[in-house]
């Protein structure tokens, strides 16, 4: 016969069916002992699981945040990278473009490039064209920059959402673990 009430001493916990009739100690059978401990492994089992279970939805939900976070900035800033590519290359076209111009001889040019130069050399400011062109292009690099800033504000925001997305789960799992260990406080008293 086994002993298992809490608050009796650990020494009597076994007894022979004879020795129960000397120790004024409740005994159950180990028939009985052994359905309480059957009983006790699945709800331990079943306690595991949906413990287990809970971890798994939070950890989901942190890796689809974290996911989500780093696909976002993978693609914008992949997208601002070949932008400014795009841009460069573009600016450096029309320099190359006008060098093209300056490298060959008179007679070499085509009909539309002899009426450039001739519109170059007739101007007053021979430079003045260069001087309009760089000036365009710095005021569309400023808009570009703008451009830049505004996406790398709006991840910025997208990384603060997310964090504090983060943080609420992060919350929510220290208030179940609160509560399961006042729960597990409360059964421990109550034996």
Known sequence: MLNINYNEP???RLACVQCIQENQIQYVSLKEANKMWNTFIGQSEDLISKHNCRREQ?????????????DN?????????????????????????????????IFELDEKQFEKMIDFLSQQ???KHILQQQDKQDRLDQLFYQNVKSKLETLIKHDLLCKQQL??????????LFFLRQLKHRKQHAF
């Open 73 to 105: 900035y993978n693609h914008s800033l992949s997208e601002m990278l070949s932008s400014i590519d795009e841009q460069f290359v573009k600016n450096n076209q029309e320099i190359q473009d006008f060098l093209k111009l300056d490298n060959k001889q």
């Open 10 to 12: 650990k020494f009597g």
């Open 58 to 70: 939070m950890f989901k939900l942190v890796i689809e945040e974290t996911q989500q976070l780093k």
């Open 167 to 176: 943080m609420v789960i992060l919350q929510e799992q220290k208030s179940n």
């Open 125 to 127: 400011d021979k430079n």
